[in-house]
């Protein structure tokens, strides 16, 4: 079994900086290297969207919205994936969800929120 558990998440001021823990738990032993993982977020009232993805080689990829505020990272030895968010907005304001996932699996975790106001 595989569990994805996220943390880091609160109440920010506008221009305030979180850092996003997604923890990967398994009953078997499991190497973050060989998935593709992400963070995702869905504001109320809003679709999920994808915000920062890394892949197996260590390519990243942001959403335009984020692009140079935020930075996804790997640790495979504490298996563990991050978001640096930084210069945080109103319309960041959502919850953030954990993504894991190769051929023929794909897990999620739980999510924490994320919100931003003065």
């Known amino acids: 079994q595989v569990q994805l558990v996220e943390s880091g998440g609160g109440l920010v001021q506008p221009g305030g900086s979180l850092r996003l823990s997604c923890a990967v738990s398994?009953?078997?032993?499991?190497?973050?290297?060989?998935?593709?993982m992400g963070w995702y977020r869905q504001a109320s009232g809003k679709q999920r969207e994808l915000v920062a993805r890394?892949?197996?080689?260590?390519?990243?990829n942001y959403a335009d919205s984020v692009k140079g505020r935020f930075a996804i990272s790997r640790d495979d030895t504490k298996n563990t994936l991050y978001l640096q968010i930084d210069n945080l907005k109103p319309e960041d304001t959502a919850v953030y969800y954990c993504?894991?996932?190769?051929?023929?699996?794909?897990?999620w975790g739980q999510g924490t929120q994320v919100t931003v106001s003065s």
């Open positions: 890394i892949v197996s080689g260590g390519y990243t």
């Open positions: 398994a009953t078997s032993a499991l190497s973050l290297s060989t998935y593709t």
């Open positions: 993504n894991m996932a190769r051929v023929g699996q794909n897990y």
